[in-house]
């Protein structure tokens, strides 16, 4: 399968970074990196079209977000499931980069990878590489991420729904300033100490329920320490290296989604990153002018794991097959994810903010047995269209979808495997969508497996 992202714009002298240093040509650009972004409330199939990528990629990062993300990925029948570790650490080829912007749950990395490895995955130590400037997500931060669930119920009759996975928590740390990082836990032990103990005695001074064996949890994260040290760079010149070495094929795996970012998404609804192609560009110390192509990732209905506003979900028999046929339960939390129409007006959205330059629509299959297909195409209020999505959450819940219907296909699609083995009534389905978006469909998704991806051009 042709590449569909390449080095382009590589003037270089062929002689490795490290040798020319930092002093280079101005229009010395260097590779270019593609980046795969969730175009809904995630779940889209990331995992799946990152490791069809993945298949040529010299390196996959995950540039934002933490083990609240779950990829599924599957490969000669065997099913992965990836959290942590960037879906294409399957390729034994390339490398796996773990940028500055994740925050890392060291136990549930190793949990991941040892998981993984009982699969088949090999080696996945020697190819993972993890920014020394990564926040570290710790015990205490999952256990606060509980509590303020348990708060928000209590106080707002409602809490968000997180995967209780420590993201807010840690991301919070963060911006006060008071998160500790990769580069502490493997610098000076004894002020990673001091530090620990006083983010623990801050939260505690917040929740004094929580209790934490601050002597246990070191002694565990010193260990995990010198069982990530071998793996850990300086993540800016690392990439800077891959962005102006030889030509290179990189590859970012967004995790969670548009309408999750902290600063587009549903908020308060919604994540602690931002998951929008800027986290691509802060989470590795990528500059913006080596962000090429941008591919947004879309069901063909819609999914949402967790509270907040869905205009199109559907509370009906529509949405029980759509969560029966397309096994939407969550990968990361087990939950059953709450389902509806496509609706355009997210997507429309999610362009706006990331420019695509391409869409997988992914699901194409669970339609399959529908008589006829919903499209959410626009949002009324009051009687009227609106030109923006909505800011505010009461608003959002207020809006009237305006659908356009479709005729099923009732035919099953999951042997296509090109775009003229599609019938006639899903081919408009398709195009309707691309034109509507503005933006081309690049490929075409109708099974689990990697070989069920139409490509279109
Ligand atoms: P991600 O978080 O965006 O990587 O997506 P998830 O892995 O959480 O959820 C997507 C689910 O849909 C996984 O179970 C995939 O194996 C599955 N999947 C992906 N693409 C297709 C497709 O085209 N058809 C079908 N039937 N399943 C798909
Ligand atoms: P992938 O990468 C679906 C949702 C949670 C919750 C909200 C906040 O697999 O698409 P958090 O634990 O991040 O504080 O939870 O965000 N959420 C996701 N939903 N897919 C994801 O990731 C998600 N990551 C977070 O369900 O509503
Ligand atoms: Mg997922």
Redesign the pocket.
Known sequence: MALSWSAKEHKNTNQPAAATGLKRPRNDVGNKVAVVL?AQ????G??KVVDLLATQADFVCRCQ??N????TVVVDGKEYDFHLLPSGIINPKSISLIGNGVVIHLPGLFEEGDKNEKKGLKGWEKRLIVSDRAHLVFDFHQVI?GLQETERQAQEGKN??????G??PAYSSKASRTGLRVCDLLGDIKDFSSKFKNLVRQYQSMYPSLTVDVEDQLKKLKEYGERLRPMVRDGVYYMYEALHGSPKKILVE????AL?DIDFGTYP?????N?TVGGACTGLGIPPLNIGDVFGVAKAYT??????AFPTEQLNAVGELLQTRGHEV????G?K?RCGWLDLVIVRYAHMINGFTAIALTKLDILDVLEEIKVGIAYKLHGKRIPHFPANMDVLQKVEVEYETFPGWKTDTSAARKWGDLPVKAQNYIRFIENHIGVPIKWVGVGKSRECMIQMF
């Open positions: 969730g409330w995630g779940d889209e990331k995992g977000g933490g609240n993300a779950g990829h991420d968000i729904g997180t995967t209780k996975k993201i807010g967004g995790a969670n989604a999750l609804f919604v994540t602690s990153s998951c999914t949402r794991v967790g509270i907040g969550g990968v990361t939390t939950r994810r």
